[in-house]
């Protein structure tokens, strides 16, 4: 046991939107391929959730959920875009509660990174800003499948935007979430609008940067295609033009809860070598005046977090979003609170489909009794 975090910043409440948090430790989202065969959330992600609930007062976001049909498709994601998804949601978001905690529903639309097979088998093409390929492997993958990249309508984009969008958000808040935040980032498809390395469009949707531009903030990932710093355009550039718009409506009355940037120590789910780290997000700070959730990396220096401390206690609105860790340790909140060991993660079971690496680590100092095969054998099953 080492010196815990209690007596800094990290364990002070903090208002977000109409909510208070007890601490200001974010469950980042995770991508874990849990759910039911047909997107609905699962027996397994209820108790999953449930677990990282336990201290009041946290606030959990929900691995990306799909929208629609066609902002995929992988398998086992959860969407959020049919009664029965809602259903399901409103079950983990009511247990969620129980227990004194908030949610943030993570809306997921992935564009040209989708999977084309699935896409195909559901009657949909595999669609981006424009017909673009991330890599070399994806154009060859999108070709095999018989489902080649293709750019998007003005029609198209305005129909995802006001009815996938829009739809997904009413069905968050009908399924109880608290918040809904909207994945912007690692090259999905509205990092993709705002990349010129992914927009080539000549209409009202590409071109300059305010024809880019979306609420989003990914600037510095070199991920699935982005090309960050390196790109026509620097991130800087883009993304400050994105923030001081949002901060614009912020000062009109439209104030969103929070932003929540990915720092550059991480991209997509890979750490980042520290020779190979670019950029900052210090220039948002600068440009937003509401709270932020910053994310990536933070336990690199555990157990004494000097990174973590020094960005937490440097205002009073920055909380700490934790993913890896939080997937091992279903306490990891007291255990940073009390500064107890953390249990390291397992990143080969992930993303498994199965309940073995997900709902089989405790918390400190008790035992779970299972068998390893007969949780591989465990599959999702939809809570409706």
């Known amino acids: ?33 849990r759910a039911a065969d047909d997107h609905t959330p699962s027996d397994l992600m209820l108790k999953y959730y449930s677990d990282r ?26 969407g959020i875009w049919n009664d029965k998804q809602v259903q399901g949601w409103k079950k983990i978001t009511d247990a969620v509660h129980a227990k004194g905690s908030l949610m943030s529903c993570q809306l997921w639309f992935l564009g040209r990174v989708g999977s084309p097979e699935l896409l195909k088998k559901h009657g949909l093409d595999l669609i981006s800003p424009s017909a673009l390929y991330e890599s070399e492997d994806s154009k060859k993958a999108a070709e095999a499948a018989g489902n080649p990249v293709r750019a998007l309508t ?35 498809l509205l990092d993709q609008f705002l990349q010129p390395s992914s927009n080539q469009r000549t209409d009202s949707y590409g071109g300059s940067i305010e024809k880019r531009a979306k609420a989003v903030l990914s600037p510095w990932a070199k991920f699935q295609g982005m090309k960050a710093e390196k790109d026509v355009v620097h ?35 890979l750490d980042v070598n520290t020779s190979d780290i670019v950029g900052s997000n210090d220039f948002v700070k600068a440009l937003w005046k509401g709270p932020i959730v910053q994310s990536g990396n933070y336990t690199y220096d555990s157990p004494e977090f000097k990174l973590l401390k020094a960005d937490v ?72």
Do not use: C
Request: glycine content about 6%; aromatic content about 12%; hydrophobic content about 35%.
């Open 1 to 33: 046991m080492t010196v815990g975090l209690e007596q800094t910043n990290l364990f002070k409440p903090i208002k977000i939107g109409n909510h208070t948090l007890n601490q200001r430790i974010v469950y980042a989202p995770t991508t874990r391929f």
């Open 53 to 78: 609930a336990q201290v009041p007062g946290t606030l959990l976001t929900t691995e990306a959920t799909f929208i629609s049909p066609r902002a995929g498709l992988y398998p086992n994601i959860p």
């Open 154 to 188: 003005e029609e198209e984009i305005k129909s995802i935007i006001y009815e996938d969008y829009k739809n997904a958000a009413i069905n968050a808040l009908n399924a109880g979430f608290d918040f809904v935040e909207v994945h912007s980032a690692h090259g999905y």
């Open 235 to 269: 991130p800087v550039t883009t993304f400050s033009y994105v923030v001081n718009e949002l901060q614009k409506r912020a000062d009109d009355g439209k104030q969103l809860a929070y932003l929540s940037l990915v720092e550059p120590r991480v991209q997509g789910n």
């Open 313 to 384: 206690n440097n205002d009073d609105r920055t909380m700490i979003g934790f993913s890896r860790y939080f997937t091992s340790n279903p306490d990891l909140v007291e255990r940073l609170k009390k500064g107890l060991e953390l249990t390291p993660y397992v990143r080969a079971l992930f993303y498994a489909s199965h309940n073995y690496g997900y709902n089989t680590f405790p918390n400190y100092g008790e035992e779970l009794h299972y068998e390893p095969a007969a949780e591989e054998k465990k599959r999702p099953v939809s809570l409706i």
